[in-house]
């Protein structure tokens, strides 16, 4: 059985599934912390909410005619205008920021108001810090290594001890959902800091030179594995 605390790796969501569960199943003073630059999270989120398709006429992408509408466009009823008013949003950019925001990140800091005594939540999660592209955030960085992921891991995990909270870790889906989730925890990382891929290999085949160790096997030592609810969660709204 599962500890309510013990940390999460979730399958990895599209920028869109990501939002639609965070303002479907928490509310204040659940954290979002989104492992790149604000402007890229918001175009890739305007991607998916707006997909490209090509044309055979000229090869370049314009946006889909189809009548397919995503839920994210939809007016929001008062009650998610609630709740997106309390949850806090937070961008960092870098492996460094984001050990920097952890080691002094306190719910009490918060510009972020709590909501009134009378707000009443139809949530279903306790308080979460949710890190959106954490991985993501060490690649092609010097931080690519099994010793600096397991010293992000242990900051998110003592974050969560401190707070009290639960802790999610949710990367950005990129390979489609069937083997998303499969690829992130069997993806080979160099054992220290600073390996040279070795010529004539793959780029996802994970050709290091050294001693190599597979993600999942350094994200067991602090968290556990669950497949997101993204899909059940867009369900429930639209009544599917």
Request: overall charge neutral; charged content about 20%; proline content about 10%.
């Amino acid at each position: 059985m599962s500890s309510p605390l013990r940390p999460l790796v979730l399958s990895p969501a599209l920028p869109t599934e990501l939002l639609h569960y965070v303002v479907h199943c928490h509310v204040y003073p659940t954290t979002l912390i989104i492992c790149t630059p604000k402007a890229d999270f918001l175009d890739a989120l305007a991607n998916h909410v707006h997909p490209a398709r090509e044309t055979p006429e000229s090869g370049v992408g314009e946006p889909d005619a189809s009548p397919t509408r995503h839920s994210l466009l939809d007016p929001p009823s008062l009650h998610q205008l609630a709740i997106t008013r309390h949850i806090r949003t937070i961008y960092v950019p870098t492996v460094t920021h984001l050990h920097a925001y952890l080691a002094v990140f306190t719910p009490e800091q918060s510009k972020v108001a709590a909501p009134p005594d009378s707000f009443s939540s139809i949530a279903q999660k306790p308080p979460h810090l949710i890190v959106y592209g954490a991985v993501q955030l060490h690649r092609d960085t010097s931080e690519w290594s099994a010793q600096g992921l397991n010293n992000t891991a242990a900051a998110l995990a003592d974050t969560g001890h401190r707070l009290g909270w639960r802790v999610a870790l949710v990367e950005p889906q990129d390979h489609g959902p069937e083997r998303a989730f499969e690829r992130l925890l069997t993806e080979k990382l160099p054992i220290v800091g600073r390996g040279i891929r070795r010529r004539g290999f793959d780029p996802d085949e994970g050709g290091w030179s050294g001693r190599t160790v597979e993600m999942g096997r350094i994200l067991s030592r602090w968290f556990e594995f669950q497949r997101g609810p993204w899909h059940e969660a867009v369900m429930r709204d639209t009544g599917a």
